[in-house]
């Protein structure tokens, strides 16, 4: 699942992906295997998958980083854990492993522009990102928007390497339930609210 929205993943030139899909039957797609899968295929089916947007945000000796997400999921409820995929190749996943701590902000609809600024759609870099949006800490000391429908604060328990991307698996050790509100969500390469 790709970490969205993050432009240059989602680069498709509309007359690649539309002579694709014309050459492309159904069945030639569920024979081709996960092995030989066109990636921008993959790309446009995932893009029609709606998603809720987190910031994925983390503090301590390495600092504050942060990214915004699609691909966050529960893992269990006892202990309560969940996972985050983020690109290997990412400055704010190196933080968040060395820190050891990360907390996942679950955006509001009026949070559009927050979105983007931790997606790399603004001019804004590193420590300069938190300069947007009303920042506290819980448990770990990682940035919680304070905006945010609801921010799982966690402790780093996993981290797998899976191609182009870890798989972190944190506990949860505090939540903080924000005011209720419509949900942000990404859905064919743009924001709706839920």
Same mark, same amino acid.
């Given at each position: ?27 030639? +797609? ?16 995932? +893009? ?93 000391? +990682? ?52």
């Amino acid at each position: 699942m790709p970490i969205g929205p993050c432009p240059q993943a989602e680069r498709v030139e509309e007359a690649s992906l539309d002579q694709m899909l014309k050459t492309q039957s159904p069945l030639d +797609s569920a024979a081709t295997g996960a092995s030989g899968l066109d990636a921008v295929l993959f790309r446009e089916g995932m +893009s029609r998958v709606a998603g809720a947007v987190h910031v994925v945000t983390t503090g301590g000796a390495k600092g504050r980083a942060g990214f915004t997400a699609t691909a966050i999921a529960p893992v269990t409820d006892n202990p309560a854990s969940l996972l985050v995929c983020v690109n290997t190749g990412s400055r704010s996943a190196q933080a968040l492993l060395a820190n050891g701590v990360f907390c996942v902000n679950t955006l509001g609809a009026a949070d559009t522009g927050i979105a983007d600024v931790f997606a790399g759609r603004a001019d804004l870099q590193g420590e300069a990102r938190f300069s947007v949006g009303e920042w506290v800490t819980l448990a770990t000391g +990682s940035p919680v928007l304070a905006s945010a429908l609801v921010s799982f604060d966690c402790r780093l328990t996993d981290a797998r390497t899976v191609a182009t991307h870890h798989i972190i698996i944190g506990e949860i050790v505090a939540v903080r339930l924000g005011e209720p509100g419509s949900a942000l969500v990404y859905h064919g390469r743009a924001y709706r609210e839920l």
